[in-house]
């Protein structure tokens, strides 16, 4: 029973266009959504995160998006650089348990 | 500041041996965190204290896996016996707040069973 889903594993963006990162939830509970970034041999980092009383978060190049009624949220990142070559991790909490349930991950890939 | 430390990197065992991983936080995290990710797979919360006293432990194998936090700062995660599929990356985080939000990641341990 997957609760967040990323139905992408892999995406290729040209360097400078918006890359975007898509996730799918199904629990209605979810209030927190947050997303990570990882490069290969290290751990996930933190990289932008969501209430659920907002629909729109910016940091920098990166915004996140959330849709409610349609349980769907998604990480824009423009312009794309070399650098956000990785897997991306979509993860959710409700507020009655602390656990995040993350999916499986976008592997993004920015050609140059 | 020092991030989460982790050891060892890299571990092969038998099936049926035991194995143990050991994981520093941040300093004055109260939080951590052991998760489990099997390749192609998010990260699978295994257990999660507050301080040295468990918050969540649902999801962790209790027949096999055992996790001790005593002074309630590093922690060690064992699984004795091993099974072929506890092949995975076991990664520790730590957090201030007990919400899971914004964890701190250490670079894992990759535990390879044959």
């Known amino acids: 029973d997957q609760q967040v889903k990323q139905n992408s594993p892999s995406l290729s963006v040209q360097e400078g266009r918006i890359s975007i990162l898509n996730c799918d939830y199904t629990n209605s509970m979810f209030d927190y959504f947050l997303w990570y970034k990882k490069y290969p041999a290290e751990g996930p980092t933190f990289l932008i995160s969501i209430s659920s009383i907002k629909d729109k978060n910016e940091d920098g190049r990166f915004t996140v998006f959330l849709n409610k009624s349609a349980e769907h949220l998604s990480l824009h990142i423009v312009p794309s650089q070399p650098g956000d070559s990785a897997v991306y991790f979509c993860?959710?909490?409700?507020?009655?348990?602390?656990?995040?349930?993350w999916g499986a991950g976008t592997k993004l890939i920015i050609k140059p | 500041e020092a991030g989460v430390a982790q050891s060892p990197r890299y571990k092969i065992i038998e099936k049926r041996q035991s194995v143990a991983f050991w994981c520093n936080p941040i300093?004055?995290?109260?939080?951590l965190y052991w998760y489990q990710q099997i390749l192609g797979q998010g990260p699978k919360l295994l257990i999660q204290?507050?301080?040295?006293?468990?918050?969540?432990d649902s999801q962790l194998p209790k027949d096999r896996f055992s996790a001790e936090r005593l002074k309630g700062v590093d922690s060690t995660l064992k699984i004795q016996p091993a099974k072929l599929e506890d092949s995975a990356v076991y990664l520790c985080a730590s957090s201030l707040s007990q919400r899971g939000t914004e964890a701190f990641f250490g670079q894992g341990t990759r535990l390879t069973v044959v």
């Open positions: 204290f507050q301080n040295n006293g468990v918050v969540d």
């Open positions: 993860a959710a909490s409700d507020g009655s348990n602390y656990q995040l349930i």
């Open positions: 300093s004055g995290h109260a939080t």
